[in-house]
C-alpha cells in the first residue's frame, strides 16, 4: 500500500487560510469517509484533529476544517496561527482495518 | 484522563529481537482495538499493526509480517510488540495509539535503533 500523497510544504501568514490537499486511489480516499488528519509538533507525539473527513474531535478550534472529493481529501486551517506550525499527516482507511499515512506537510506560518 | 505508556525501546543489532510494551489507563481497555504507528528519523508517520478487543484479529503491515507480533493483556491493560530480525529500517519512534476508525490516543513513543 503507497502512501497517499501530501505537498511536502505550505505557508501563509498569520490570519490567512492555507489547504493541505491528501491524494489516494479509488481503494482508499475514494471509497472510504475515513480520512483523518494528525498535526504534530517537533519532538511530539501526533494529535487528532480531524476524523471522518469533517469531524473535528472536542477540544479542536473549529479554525481546523476537512473535505473531500474523489480521490483527495483536504485540511483547511484558517486564521493561521503561530502554534499552527508544524507537520500535519493525512490517514486513510484502505479496508480491513488496515490504514495508510500521507506523506506529510510540513506547515510554516510566514 | 487517557494515558497511553510505552516502554522497552533501546539499542538492538541488526538481526537481533526487541519487545515494546505500552501501559493503558483512563479508560476500558479491553473494549477498544490498538495499534503501533513508528515513525522513521526525519520521516512520516506510517502505521504498522492493529490488534482486535480480545485479540482474534490482527493484521500487519507488509513490511513486518513475520518478524513482528503484537499482543495484549486486558487483565493487565496492556499491549505489546515483540520484534525480531530487525533491520536499520526498523529504527525509529513507535507510538502505541487507540484505534476507532481513526487514532484518537497517542503515547509519546518509545525509541528503537537497530544499529552495530
Known amino acids: 500500500q503507497s502512501a497517499l500523497t501530501q505537498p511536502a510544504s505550505v505557508s501563509g501568514s498569520p490570519g490567512q487560510s492555507i489547504t493541505i490537499s491528501c491524494t489516494g486511489t479509488?481503494?482508499?480516499?475514494?471509497?472510504?469517509?475515513?480520512v483523518s488528519w494528525y498535526r504534530q509538533h517537533p519532538g511530539k507525539a501526533p494529535k487528532l484533529m480531524i476524523y471522518e473527513v469533517t469531524k473535528r474531535p472536542s477540544g479542536v478550534s473549529d479554525r481546523f476544517s476537512g473535505s473531500k472529493s474523489g480521490n483527495t481529501a483536504s485540511l483547511t486551517i484558517s486564521g493561521l496561527q503561530a502554534e499552527d506550525e508544524a507537520d500535519y499527516y493525512c490517514?486513510?482507511?484502505?479496508?480491513?482495518?488496515?490504514?495508510?499515512f500521507g506523506t506529510g506537510t510540513t506547515v510554516t506560518v510566514l | 484522563e487517557v494515558q497511553l505508556v510505552e516502554s522497552g525501546g533501546g539499542l538492538v543489532q541488526p538481526g537481533g529481537s526487541l519487545r515494546l510494551s505500552c501501559t493503558a489507563s483512563g479508560f476500558t481497555f479491553g473494549h477498544y482495538w490498538m495499534s503501533w504507528v513508528r515513525q522513521a528519523p526525519g520521516k512520516g508517520l506510517e502505521w504498522v499493526a492493529n490488534i482486535d478487543q480480545d485479540g482474534g484479529g490482527i493484521q500487519y503491515v507488509d513490511s513486518v509480517k513475520g518478524r513482528f507480533t503484537i499482543s495484549r493483556d486486558n487483565a493487565k491493560n496492556s499491549l505489546h510488540l515483540q520484534m525480531s530480525g530487525l533491520t536499520d529500517e526498523d529504527t525509529g519512534i513507535y507510538y502505541c495509539?487507540?484505534?476507532?476508525?481513526?487514532?484518537?490516543?497517542w503515547g509519546q513513543g518509545a525509541v528503537v535503533t537497530v544499529s552495530s
Open positions: 490517514c486513510s482507511h484502505v479496508g480491513s482495518t488496515i490504514y495508510v
Open positions: 479509488s481503494n482508499d480516499v475514494g471509497t472510504y469517509n475515513l
Open positions: 495509539a487507540r484505534l476507532l476508525v481513526y487514532f484518537d490516543y
